[in-house]
């Protein structure tokens, strides 16, 4: 738990030194705490962890992994903050502490052992959320982005707390080794009680990571916010929501599969239908990554689906492909709409020939969330329709092969328009650090396409 403690202190820390107006300081003292942060995690790994504070936290393999992967993700996005915030606020400051303190949440989120912990971390994570939506005052998308996130967010946790109120009414505790136990011992005679209020809970988690049909808000917020803000919700907390998804349903209500196993089937279906079909008409490249991710959504449910002892390696080797393919690719649109103005397709037509090496890393990530072989995210896929194939979900796996068929449609015509479309625009070009942010997360996703085991295999 040190980790969660000093990341707490890491962002008091950070709004005094914009208190003392030191700006320069901002991003290294952010960067090297994080580090810090990530180091105290890793020594976590394999320590036996116990339930701690009575029983409300439990810092095991399971949370450290999840930890490790929001945190580098954070670093990533951090490291092309360079100058973005400067140009939407002079209080750069505030920025960089309300993403730690999003980040407090997340860790929350992924070593819970308490549902009232769960619903903590979830309220730290989204408050500092709705503010990084809205956080471009004078900007109507922005302002729209914050009030629809801060409608649903409100929406959703209703239906999060309402079922958390019915599972403690069945069981009489938010401890998950109680209703663990109380699963167990009454494998017959569940109160209806505790059935409503896992379907309740699986509503509003569904509405926290942003699968269909409770995704409507998941676009315009994405489209609306900051970039960097955009991508910081599409991938960080995206992996923080599957891990609480995950921590539940795998350790405690696995024995209750046939129960929850056909709405889940159901949504998954939706999700991949919607988000694919609606990413394909987009015009806007971040519009279009927007709705790519409530597929991807999508996809990371096929783990809980197909619940089993792969469950965890898969969403975690998803999760991290994802995540670095969702950075390079905005890491790129912030640049290109910064010197061209526009996040259309057509901003990145002849970017080939402009800047090699930036359309190199791009079409990386785009082959990357199409699942193209020897890349991390075709690896992603080929765990998550293993697992359902194992369960005999089929069909399921049918249906998700035409969605990725979809999908790569759609993600390769950035890739044309870069290599086979002219242009009369400038040469884009890139910073040092963009360079080395683009250059490590390709690599990243190449290394773990060829060699998955350096993550599959953790548990």
Not at 266 to 286: P, R
Not at 323 to 342: D, E, N, P, Y
Request: some cysteine; hydrophobic content about 55%; glycine content about 6%.
């Amino acid at each position: 738990m040190s980790a969660l403690i000093t990341l707490s202190v890491l962002a008091i820390v950070v709004l005094y030194l914009g208190l003392f107006k030191a700006k320069n300081a901002l991003l290294p003292v952010t960067l090297v705490g994080l580090a810090v942060v990530l180091g105290l995690a890793v020594r976590e790994w394999n320590s036996n962890a116990a339930p701690i504070y009575s029983s409300m936290m439990l810092f095991d393999n399971f949370a450290v992994a999840f930890t490790a992967i929001c945190v580098f993700s954070t670093m990533l996005i951090l490291l092309i903050s360079k100058d973005y915030f400067e140009r939407i606020s002079e209080h750069v400051a505030e920025y960089y502490a309300i993403i730690l303190f999003a980040l407090t949440g997340i860790l929350v989120m992924v070593s819970y052992h308490n549902l009232s912990m769960l619903f903590i971390g979830i309220e730290i994570m989204s408050v500092s959320l709705y503010i990084l939506a809205g956080i471009r005052k004078k900007s109507y998308s922005s302002n729209e982005a914050a009030l629809k996130y801060f409608l649903m967010g409100a929406f959703s946790t209703g239906f999060l707390l309402f079922g958390i109120t019915l599972l403690y009414g069945a069981t009489g505790s938010f401890d998950i080794a109680v209703i663990k136990n109380y699963v167990i011992s009454n494998p017959t005679h569940i109160s209806p009680l505790f059935y409503s209020g896992l379907l309740l809970l699986i509503v509003g988690l569904c509405f926290k990571v942003g699968v269909a049909p409770f995704h409507f808000w998941a676009p315009d917020v994405y489209e609306g916010s900051p970039s960097l803000i955009s991508v910081f919700m599409m991938t960080v907390v995206k992996t923080a929501g599957f891990a609480a998804f995950l921590r539940i349903f795998l350790f405690c209500f696995a024995p209750l599969h046939d129960f929850w196993m056909m709405p889940l089937m159901v949504i998954t279906i939706l999700t991949l239908f919607i988000g694919n079909i609606s990413a394909l008409y987009q015009h806007s490249f971040k519009r279009m990554l927007a709705f790519s991710s409530v597929s991807h959504a999508g996809y990371m449910l096929f783990a809980i689906v197909a619940l089993g002892s792969a469950s965890i390696n898969a969403v975690i080797l998803y999760a991290t492909a994802y995540s670095v393919a969702s950075i390079i690719a905005f890491a790129v649109l912030i640049l290109v709409k910064r010197q061209m103005g526009s996040d259309n397709y057509e901003s990145f037509n002849g970017l080939g020939r402009k800047n090699p090496f930036m359309a190199f890393a791009l079409t990386v990530a785009m082959l990357s969330l199409a699942g193209i072989p020897l890349t991390a995210g075709f690896i992603g896929k080929f765990m998550m329709f293993s697992s359902a194939l194992s369960e005999y979900h089929v069909s399921l796996v049918v249906l998700a092969v035409i969605n990725a068929v979809i999908g790569i449609f759609y993600y390769l015509r950035v890739v044309v328009s870069m290599y086979f479309k002219d242009s009369d625009q400038h040469v884009v070009q890139s910073t040092p650090i963009f360079s080395f942010v683009l250059a490590f997360s390709a690599i990243v996703t190449i290394v773990l396409g060829v060699y998955p085991g350096l993550i599959s295999n953790l548990f």
